[in-house]
């Protein structure tokens, strides 16, 4: 009688039985995985392809398009942010002439999107008149930005606008090329505005008549929403704010000559 084999070569024995048979030929393995059996991938689409299609060619362009518009709005951001005041801005008047920002150093300024057709026209126009009357010989001037962005309601032309606003409400003060206050076609002027001061719920400028206050150096020391009554702004104090620094500057070399005197 043959010995028994021992229990290992028998375990081996039926795993060499059960690979022969479970395992694929190599043809099969090439049909099912491609010309290796050992390298090749299994046919069909890649996941990746799968994930990403081709698209077409207006989708890549929008792709790669956006990002450049999006660097280019930066860009603009960072330019306006960039300066260090009003002052450092050139607009254009209602006749389409350049206005140096400059020319108004020294002066309190408030700054406003207005618009001829809006609920808030009357108030805003008939207090902005007197409010400029008030101060006007004091070293305050009112710059007037139309807008047409909050439901249509500047649609006239610049010669419109002026002749609307002087004739019904006597303003004295300058009226501006028409401009954007929002998007991506926002005026310089604009974009510093609000990087300068923040509204509520953010940078965008909410309506017409929000208001800007900025002081003698170009500076923006306070944003108004466009409820807020011209009267109730206090111009005064930012007057007098600007003042009492122009006497310090003044005095202050005085004192230091006077020191340096003394201890001489």
Known sequence: MPPRPAPFLARLRILSSTAAVSLPSSSAAAQRYGRHPRFASPVGPSPLRARFPRSSSSA?????????????????????????????FTVKDAS????DLSTYKGKVLLIVNVASQCGLTNSNYTE????????????????????????????????EIVQFVCTRF???????DKVDVNGDNTAP??????????????????????????DKEGRVVERYAPTTSPLSIEVSSTLLKGYQEAAWEFLNPLALTRRTTALH
């Open 96 to 99: 389409g002439k350049d206005v």
């Open 170 to 176: 006597k303003a004295e003060y300058p009226i501006f």
């Open 60 to 88: 890549v362009s929008q792709l790669v398009l956006r990002p450049i518009a999006a660097g280019f709005a930066l860009f603009s951001m960072a330019a306006a942010s960039s300066a260090a005041s009003v002052h450092d």
């Open 189 to 214: 002027i604009y974009k510093f505005l609000k990087s300068s001061k923040g509204g509520l719920f953010g940078e965008n400028i909410k309506w017409n008549f929000s208001k800007f206050l900025v």
């Open 128 to 159: 902005l008149s007197q409010l400029y009357e008030k101060y006007k010989d004091q070293g305050f001037e009112i710059l007037a930005f139309p807008c047409n962005q909050f439901g249509g309601q500047e649609p006239g032309t610049n010669e």
